[in-house]
């Protein structure tokens, strides 16, 4: 697999970019990746996405060494209920120690756990974000109203965890992307010399322009800048990963 990510600040923020993004191997035939967006109307909200990530990031790499001593003989989404768990814990915990109001862990989680080999994987998408799975686009929408996992930390984890319902999986796949809901507010932000138009989460998602390139998804969104003058104005993670031929 190839992995492509992008992160970009929104065009009408003016400080800190809220989104954040991971990337990590686990073991020798595993992925897991995320993206975050944390919420503008809370407080500190980069640090709520950042502080998830780099809690998920942990987990990540607790279950690699784990694996080495004990491999996983359990299915995918057991595994990422044991990631997701531990995120869960760490996150209560924190809250805890440095005594965080709620509002400071406000952020949505994408997580894409895949495994190499079998080449097979799971979505789970807390709150509202976008997938692509081979080109079929699924966007979770809550009304701009996300159920935050910030909300749900002093509840029981598997009662909480048994009503996650935005949970894909898929196998056999040539192209998945997640991403923050940024994907849908490109907005013209200067003139340029072209009056064409274009789907712009298609063309980040399915379109396979500069895949030869480590930096397609910087580069389509250079593109997109200078040649139809188009920004997104909210903060934008994206991470995509295609299947080498």
């Known amino acids: 697999m190839n992995i492509y990510s992008a992160i970009q600040i929104g065009d009408y923020h003016t400080q800190q970019c809220e989104d954040h993004l ?56 057991e595994e990422l209920k044991e990631i997701v768990r531990d995120v869960f814990k760490e996150l209560a915990s924190v809250k805890k120690q440095l005594m965080l109001d709620e509002k400071e862990l406000l952020t949505t989680i994408i997580i894409l756990l895949y495994n190499i080999k079998e080449n097979k994987g799971v979505i789970l998408t807390i709150g509202d974000g976008i997938i692509c799975i081979d080109s079929e686009i699924t966007e979770y929408d809550r009304d701009n109203k996300p159920d935050y996992l910030a909300f749900h930390l002093q509840e029981d984890f598997d009662e909480w965890y048994s009503r996650q319902d935005q949970k894909v999986f898929f196998e056999n796949v040539k192209d998945v992307s997640i991403a923050t809901d940024g994907i849908f507010t490109f907005t013209k932000v200067k003139k340029t010399g072209s009056e064409d138009t274009i789907d712009f989460a298609e063309y980040l998602m399915k379109d396979l322009t500069y895949a030869g390139t480590d930096e397609m998804l910087n580069r389509k969104l250079k593109y997109l800048e200078q040649h139809y003058g188009v920004k997104p104005t909210d903060d934008l993670a994206m991470i995509r990963m295609i299947k080498n031929p």
Do not use: Q, W
């Not at 686990?26 to 975050?36: E, F, N, P, Q, Y």
């Not at 709520?48 to 080495?68: C, F, N, P, Q």
């Open 22 to 77: 991971m990337i990590r191997k686990t073991g020798s035939d595993k992925i897991i990746c995320a993206v975050m967006d944390g919420c503008s109307t809370g407080l500190d909200s980069h640090f709520a996405s950042v502080l998830t990530g780099k809690i998920l990031r942990k987990a990540a790499i607790e279950k690699g060494y784990k694996d080495l001593y004990e491999p996983a003989t359990r299915n995918l989404d």
